[in-house]
Every structure is written in C-alpha cells, then in structure tokens.
Nanobody, 119 residues
Framework: QVQLVESGGGLVEPGGSLRLSCAGS????????MSWYRQAPEKERELVAMITSAGSSTNYADSVKGRFTISRDNAKNTVSLEMNSLKPEDTAVYYCNAVYHGILTTAYWGQGTQVTVTS
C-alpha cells in the first residue's frame, strides 16, 4: 500500500519557521522525484519545490527562493521542506508529491498538512 504521510504543519507568526516532513512507503522511494505543492483557499495548487530522485538537483518557485529548502533522505524514505521567513501568503495546505517518469508516469500524493502564517 502506497503512502505519503506529511507532518510538521501548524500555526506560526510572520517571520517564523516550520519544517515539513513527508514519509513515503509502499514504493521505491529513491526512484521518485519528490516535490512539495501548496494550495491556498480559492487558488490552484502550485509547485513549491522539487528535488530529483538522487537529490542532486532542486528547483523552487520564485516566491519561496531563498526562504525554503527542500531535502531528502533516501535511506529513511523522507523528504523535508524547511520554511523560513514565513509570510501570510505562505498560508496553504502543503502536499507531498512523488513522481516517476518511466514508460508510464506514476504519481502519488499525500493527504496534505495545513500551514497558517498569521499574527
């Protein structure tokens, strides 16, 4: 059974920090590129950060560059998102995503974790 389980969301004041984690199971984690997406109320889901399967390359949305850092530990089947200097506009449900581009593209999603940035 494939699972992606996010944790670490919560309520934080502007300028604060949070660390999100996502634990994968039921699939070969090290073969999958991992990403964090977010969806704010009444907005479309957007890509926040991506890390390649071996962790050799990362990519970030312009809105989070310099503030967020994605990392992974293939030995522990986890991917993390370190979020610093949080802003109210970072408020959203954050989703973990795993994708493998083989003959067919395979994608899995977590259930999401709420991040709320407010004073």
């Amino acid at each position: 059974q494939v699972q992606l389980v996010e944790s670490g969301g919560g309520l934080v004041e502007p300028g604060g920090s949070l660390r999100l984690s996502c634990a994968g199971s039921g699939f070969t984690f090290s073969r999958f590129h991992m990403s964090w997406y977010r969806q704010a109320p009444e907005k479309e889901r957007e890509l926040v950060a991506m890390i390649t399967s071996a962790g050799s390359s990362t990519n970030y949305a312009d809105s989070v560059k310099g503030r967020f850092t994605i990392s992974r530990d293939n030995a522990k089947n986890t991917v993390s998102l370190e979020m610093n200097s949080l802003k109210p506009e970072d408020t959203a449900v954050y989703y973990c995503n795993a994708v493998y581009h083989g003959i067919l593209t395979t994608a899995y999603w977590g259930q999401g974790t709420q991040v709320t940035v407010t004073s």
